[in-house]
């Protein structure tokens, strides 16, 4: 089996995490996305979003490859024609992480914070306005690089906790934010693996590596970022995790990203329904004003 996946050196280690749970016979196929060659970032949209798997899709279509492995996260709600998500490994660890600090509360004020994500500058700044939140962007190694580097003058730094664990790097965290709070991306920790639709090889060899719960929840935070109409400049947080009793717990986070305005919500749901999970925990949000929320949202991050 030919598995695609980005160059990064995340990609990469997460694409070997597949084959080898695939066994003997895989072979890895890296190309670079339209998303690698950017400089800088996109317009927000899905089209945006797409930047990372677009060309992923068009070796899946053309038979160049038989699997494409992405991070969740990453992966545009609508996906190219003939194409379909046929699993997902064991979930890692979904939440976010900071290094440099063992807490938000150890930061003095002022102290600067380095992400790139409009999700996790909306929480910080709910959670600590007095903070002044940086752009970086990068690799995970490339962010290290800057937290380390004195001339940036970072205190900190927020990433998600599955990057480092698959790279050997978890040692770098200094403390783990609560994901209760700090709701994570949609796919967070999880690895959504493609394939063509009328592949009936391709997907039994997924089922036998899959993780149903895991892929459930893919489902369910998939679900509910689609219901919100969900881009990559709106802050929003989704986490389903697996309840008692063959249950999902939903988890959502909507906010303005200078702090000043946000909401939650959580809803438990069946595991084998998970998109109607999604979708009914993102209609409580709508009707209490989500999209509007989001809609400003977007527009204050372009400005």
Known sequence: MRIGTRRSALALAQAELVARLLGHGCEIVPMVTRGDRASGPGDGTEEDKSRWVAELEDALASGEIDLAVHSAKDVPGELAEGMQLLG???????EDVLCGT?????????????????????????AREDLDIVAIRGNVDTRLRKLA?????????????????????ESEVGGVLDPERFVPAPGQG?????????????QEAVEAISDP????????????????????????????????????????????????????DE?????????????????????VGAREMLKLAEEMAVC
Request: aromatic share 2%.
């Open 267 to 287: 809803l438990m749901g069946e595991i084998q329904q998970p998109e109607a999970l999604g979708q009914r925990i993102a209609e409580r949000l709508i009707a």
């Open 213 to 264: 719960a895991a892929f459930a929840c893919l489902l369910a935070e998939r679900a509910l970022a689609r219901e919100l109409d969900a881009s990559c400049h709106t802050p929003l947080g989704a986490y389903a995790a697996p309840a008692d009793g063959g249950r999902l717990l939903a988890r959502a986070w909507v906010g303005l990203p200078d702090g000043s305005a946000w909401a939650s």
């Open 190 to 202: 999880i690895l959504a693996l493609e394939g063509r639709a009328d592949d009936r090889l391709g």
């Open 88 to 94: 997902a490994p064991a979930r890692a660890a979904a």
């Open 149 to 169: 580097n004195a001339d940036d003058c970072l205190d900190a730094i927020v990433l998600a906790r599955a990057g480092l664990q698959r790279l050997g790097r």
């Open 102 to 126: 063992s807490s938000l509360d150890e930061l003095a004020p002022g102290a600067r914070v380095g992400t790139s994500s409009i999700r996790r500058v909306a929480q910080l700044r709910a």
